[in-house]
């Protein structure tokens, strides 16, 4: 076993040495050097595409997933090596998709054969970009109370409502969506679950600008949109259990973000703004808050490995995806208060070649949303006292 | 001297916030939106002079209103309340307390200039990113009947707008010494100064400015050669104090927005407000003001009745407006919760502008350190 | 003005070197030095008496009560001045007493002129100890569902029930009680604020032993114990507002707590438990965290201070006891954290004399309970939440 | 190694549980009303044995079980939940990881007797109020054929009922040096020896040790003259991994019993754990202790699979561990309110032990230094 996994480490460096062109193993100099697919995508360079190829070629845009599908069916521990060997080389990733991230799961789980022949290939290959259409205006943390509504007109529904925080709606292929196909039921009834093409007549987008100055999301418009019934995912009006499976995935998903950002250790970076006093830190100050920030990056990437372990054991806790969504993002705010703080005047310049145009402020900024997005903080507190703690009226 | 604002500075605070609020945040939209080359508007700046703001801290003699630093407080909490941008920091305050202590002459040349909005005047002070006068590296050297300075500043306020900056340089000593430092009336037009304008995160204005080979005569120096640091101190003192009244500003009026909006949004049926885990975090909060609002206002009355003994006041007041007003726009952010985060509503700019004014003149932790070394620990 | 201000100070300075003897003059070696009065309170020694004696024949025991009653009759500026003068010798307080800080405000407010000609000099003179007794077993923070009941039998009422919490009710000779005098009204309504002799039949009291080892609170027993009607405070069933009047002083001083104790500076102390690294000491984490409260300490004294000021010019918050409450109580547990935290190993001892028996321990123990008595600081919460914010449903 | 319990080591943990929560915190309790001179039971003790716990971490060839560290942590944690005063911690951890780098002689003398429960065993290394062991000042010097030892020590556990002492001592170097030093196993009854016995808050054993002039022969060298600090850190490593595991226990045991108050307790006509902030802050403390478990868990893991390079993780451990039972017991304490306060119910002495947990063998501080240091900064 030990041994198989040495076997397949030395194939998958020697592959990885072969194929992955010198251009990706560069650190993306922004957030617009990553690829992200889709019909519209224009590719920075031939680089990027060559290796986008020949990863999807091999399944390993999605290592995990079944062959049939065209996904690379590794297991687990052959997954782990083969990140592993792409991080030795900092080779970036080919492909960053919610088609990968979200749907893929939900429909692996919730599709019929005929949906999973037909969406997961394109989202291997980066050619389908998918974005999610959940949350409303009157509706953010209160998802269930949606009002997107879906007529039925016998093998097609005709979709009216407006939907919010759709990520890069303007730049996707298709969506899936949550929308009300019973009106009579209430709250989390009568929801249902469907994809549907952005192209498709009446669907419109507007770009949110953020406080960090850029516009990954959308309001989206739905104006007796067109939708066919075989594009259902699971069943009819139970759209909030694939939801809800979906929202663990994001959950846990945004949670590990600020461990997979790769950010510089803290503690290097100060010695260059506060300078040393002997061999510690200057300002001992900050000196103690990145050491107990440090202690914390440790002890939850070691919380997710145990989430991790602990489910494939059928140990998992109904919240722990909310446990690591919480406690993940609140920690990210804190490293990039701190990564601010270290920074100082310089990680406050918005625009200059200097402050990589305000790289580390944007981010900080964005930092603030992981705490919203997917269920906030105070969502996720919720459902563990209630799912957890049993506590009464929770 | 009671903790309270007297009735004529209660006067000063309605008129200022009437006056401010007229622009209000807008104003920092219009500049930042229209780029301003400037990065505040004159006609603005006319109107300060106009209602005497400009002169609070300027002496009568020189056409100001003679009055002290509460006073100049007041106006700057309301600038924090609106987002004002205005060199009002960097002229008003900072200036005018640095130019007190220059000859009679000159502060007849200049004050009343100030005072009639018609000069902006600017600090460099910090070279490296992080706010540390002591570990001023920049040079002066004897030069003919003067000093050459070389060095470069950094995080300089309103510095690509000023017609005069105050310049902190080396006449003796190294790095990291108080002694041997002298601060410098210096023209930005002179010879070997350029200047790069930084936009900031806040839209407020900042630049970097290096000087090379500048050369100034003997008369530039204000205060004492070499006995500089306790000028500077005094003057970053007024400064810190003035920018954590603004900060409470930003804090205070993040959170009263805040606390309106848990009044209006509705999530589960209820308002938000109802919510008792937010009630308490927004009672801790207000209660946190409340205690920065003390430890800011006595920071500007010693600065008045007893400034050689304002220091460990300033930087508890600058440590406790740091993260207080911290806090206040990081609760207002997750309690907003997505519109929050969209450049369309106001709060995002308190986050930002909170984050530099943190930064500005120290941080929490530099103030706070300060406060340990004063103890000796 | 201030010229008067300088006499005055003179002549309490002089005063005081006459009057206060030395042995008052040395730091309290433990609770067990602190002078309560009463019938039946051991004075240590005969200074301590002296002193007590002296004090009070000035009325300053009290110092800005009226001269009417015995009190000190001071302005608010000349009781500054002989505070500052006790400070300046470490002259000790000649009299501890709930009777001051307590029940005589309320008196002063509420009483009756014969209630406080019989009740407010023996307190003055430290002659009456007295005890609070509002908290019932099913009552603590929800003061208004107290049970203890008053039944009316014309000139006196019959009082059954039991209360917790009763500081040294073993100790006092008198209680200033909550009882509900109308069983029909309900919550607020219906309650009064009696006093009676501790040693009237029918009361028995039960020391409860806390965490800290010591026993500053007791159970008390109510069985058919008579009380006059002579003695009921304010109006019938109205004794809410007495009680919430006096809930305020309790409040401010309890927060007010952390600051009259007087701590060494932990900087200090520090130096020797931890050592230095040039002029910082050696444990930067921990220099950080007391850095960190030595601010706090000074903005918090600052906000006291702003609260008396602005009640002086009718500016008063509605609920700025509720915030001085929470907030000093909340920075006293902090402080006594680190207070064992630079203390270390010694400062666990126990009984050791080098611990002074235990006292840094005990009193870390005894500031758990500030954040709890004379309102929790959840209930001060609610009250900034309510009466500050106006929030809804709060 | 995943980041879960194998079965063998869950089945120990439920004997465990089962064995521990027969005498509950009434034992604590006992020991301290009582004052019992051991500050232990003796028939406890011998009872561990019997169950083997005693032997977990010694060899099979000296008659223990031959288990790693995990499965010490998994009964410490029981000990942390019933409060349960034992040497295990003294002895069962921490004199065996010394005593495995003994001579195989002593080894065959002193392991079976521990493992037979006969033999109690104490680490004496700290000197001051904080724990330092760079710092130990403590002096070996040879003499006739051996050492002679003169200093303090002071916080050592199960100090005044040891069998036999292993003590830290510099043959070499100067304070704050962590060459030079040396351990010895020193019989208490040698002469020169002195012992107070300290009660402490917690009413857990630890004494004052005094060495006036103490000789001991050159084989009570453990390990290697000078070069004892690598040894003396595996060792305590070992402990401090335990004692986090114990504390794990603590907090989480009092967090459990509060979770359980707020589901009784009626304030207001309502369960107070109705109300959403004590919801939020039980949610919050739920999940911080989550994490410290896998902290806790890989640390124990890491000391069985890859000691040399254990020392970060354990420090992350042990500084979770003292954080978040800090926490719990806190908010224990104030959920619980005035009752909480009183001797009579169990709550305060979970703050109690947490407190001295937290100090043993350096502090939360001490090891978030200690990760600073590691990577250097």
């Known amino acids: 076993m030990a041994e198989d996994l040495e076997a397949f480490r030395k194939d998958v460096r020697a592959w990885l040495a072969d194929n992955c062109p010198p251009e990706m193993r560069e650190p993306l100099k922004d957030v617009e050097d990553r690829c992200w697919g889709g019909r519209r995508f224009k590719f920075k360079n031939e680089a990027q595409k060559l290796w986008l190829d020949r990863m999807a070629a091999k399944g390993w845009t999605t290592p995990e997933w079944p062959k049939e599908y065209g996904g690379g069916g590794l297991s687990r521990e052959e997954a782990k090596v083969l990140r592993a060997e792409m991080a030795r080389i900092n080779a970036r990733s080919p492909l960053d998709s919610f088609g990968i991230w979200m749907l893929g799961p939900a429909l692996l789980k919730y599709g019929t054969e005929e949906q999973k022949q037909k969406f997961l290939p394109p989202i291997i290959r980066g050619e389908i970009r998918w974005c999610q259409g959940y949350s409303e205006p009157g509706a953010g943390s209160d998802l269930a109370s949606l009002q997107t509504r879906a007529e039925d007109r016998g093998d097609h529904w005709i979709v009216n409502g407006q939907k919010v925080w759709t990520s890069y709606a303007d730049k996707a292929d298709w969506i899936f969506c949550l929308v009300r196909t019973d009106p009579a039921a209430k709250k989390h009834e009568g929801i249902s679950f469907v994809l549907f093409d952005m192209e498709t007549p009446g669907v419109t987008t507007k770009p949110i600008v953020l406080i960090s100055g850029n516009s990954p999301f959308c309001e989206t418009f739905f104006d007796n949109v067109r939708v066919e019934k075989e594009n259902l995912v699971g069943t009819l009006n139970k759209g909030w259990d694939v939801a809800k499976y979906l929202l663990q995935h994001e959950r846990t998903m945004i949670g590990a973000m600020g461990q997979a950002a790769g950010v510089r250790p803290l503690g290097q970076i100060a010695k260059s703004t506060v300078g040393m006093d002997g061999e510690k830190l200057a300002d001992t100050l900050l000196r103690t808050d990145i050491a107990r920030l440090d202690v914390d990056l440790m002890a939850f990437k070691l919380a997710m490995e145990r989430t991790t372990d602990r489910i494939k054991r059928g140990l998992s806790d109904p919240a722990a995806a909310s446990m690591l969504k919480y406690y993940g993002t609140e920690l990210n705010k804190r490293q990039y208060e701190l990564v601010m703080s270290v920074g100082g005047a310089e990680a406050l310049e918005w625009e200059s070649e200097r402050s990589r145009k305000g790289d580390d402020a944007r981010t900080w900024l964005r930092t603030k949303a992981n705490s919203i997005e997917g269920g906030t903080s105070e969502v996720q507190l919720n459902i563990i006292a209630k799912r957890i703690l049993n506590l009464p009226g929770a | ?377």
Chains 1, 3 share one sequence.
């Open chain 2, 1 to 377: 001297m009671p903790l309270v604002l007297t009735e004529e500075q209660t006067m000063l605070q309605e008129s200022a916030a009437g006056f401010l609020a007229e622009s209000g945040v807008k104003e920092l939209r219009r500049v930042r939106d229209e780029r301003d080359p400037d990065g505040f508007s004159r006609d603005l700046w006319k109107a300060f002079a106009e209602m005497g703001f400009t002169g609070i801290l300027a002496p009568e003699a020189f056409g100001g209103l003679g009055l002290g630093h509460v006073e100049a407080g007041v106006v700057m909490e309301e600038i924090g309340r609106n987002l004002t941008p205005s060199p009002f920091l960097s002229t008003a305050v900072i200036g005018v307390s640095a130019l007190k202590h220059a000859s009679e002459d000159r502060k007849a040349d200049l004050l009343p200039r100030i005072v009639a909005g018609d000069l902006v005047t600017a600090l460099a002070v910090d070279e490296g990113a992080k706010h540390n006068p002591a570990r001023t590296a920049m040079s002066a050297t004897r030069s003919g009947n003067g000093f050459r300075l070389d060095g470069k500043k950094s995080f300089v306020v309103d510095g690509h707008v000023a017609d005069l900056m105050i310049v902190a340089a080396r006449t003796a000593g190294s790095t990291g010494e108080q002694d041997g430092l002298t601060l410098f009336v210096v023209d930005p037009k002179t010879r070997g100064v350029s200047i790069e304008r930084t936009v900031m995160v806040d839209a407020h204005n900042a630049a970097r400015i290096d000087f090379d080979g500048v050369e100034v005569d003997a008369d530039a120096v204000l205060g004492e050669v070499d006995g500089g640091w306790k000028l500077l101190e005094g003057v970053l003192n007024a400064g810190r104090a003035a920018l954590a009244s603004e900060m409470v500003g930003v804090g205070d009026e993040a959170f009263t927005r805040t606390v309106d909006y848990l009044k209006q949004r509705q999530q589960f049926g209820r308002l938000i407000g109802e919510f008792q885990a937010l009630q308490h975090r927004s009672a801790h909060l207000w209660s946190d003001l409340e205690v920065t609002k003390a430890a800011v206002l006595k920071a500007l009355q010693m600065l008045d009745e007893a400034p050689d003994a304002a220091a460990p006041y300033v930087s508890v007041a600058k440590a406790r407006a740091g993260r207080t007003c911290t806090l206040a726009v990081q609760e207002a952010v997750q309690m907003f919760g997505g519109i929050g985060m969209t450049d369309e509503v106001d709060i995002g700019l308190f986050m930002k502008r909170g984050r530099v004014g943190q930064e500005l003149f120290g941080d929490d932790n530099f103030h706070a350190d300060r406060i340990a070394r004063m103890a000796s620990y």
